[in-house]
Nanobody
């Protein structure tokens, strides 16, 4: 599985960005998908996850209500819509695929088997 993340950029506080993650292969609909982020000097942290069918989502507390994870299994793509962005959201954002079912919600780095290359999100104050 290859994952290609895109959509990052520089935005002012209060603005919005939409990240996309395109996956290769024909079994995308079998994977739970997640977004993580990593700020300089910090560990990679969970942001959001979506169940393989798309009908169940889970969020980190600090982004719930501002971020929305979604997927289009026909396009092999998962999205992260980020609204009301804050400077503390600044990080490299990574998408990830969990090809094995290790339970729900998959919030740990080790729950995922494949990672995209990351896309930088910078929120200015």
């Amino acid at each position: 599985v290859q994952l290609q993340a895109s959509g990052g950029g520089l935005v002012q506080a209060g603005g919005s960005l939409r990240l996309s993650c395109a996956a290769s292969g024909r079994t995308f609909s079998r994977y739970n998908m997640g977004w993580f982020r990593q700020a300089p000097g910090k560990e990679r942290e969970f942001v959001a996850a979506i169940y393989r069918s798309g009908d169940t989502r889970y969020y980190k507390d600090s982004v719930r209500g501002r971020f929305t994870i979604s997927r289009d299994n026909a396009k092999n793509t998962v999205y992260l819509q980020m609204n009301s962005l804050k400077p503390e959201d600044t990080a490299v954002y990574y998408c990830a695929a969990a090809t094995l079912d290790r339970g729900w919600p998959p919030r740990q780095v080790f729950d995922y088997d494949y990672w995209g290359q990351g896309t930088q999100v910078t929120v200015s104050s």
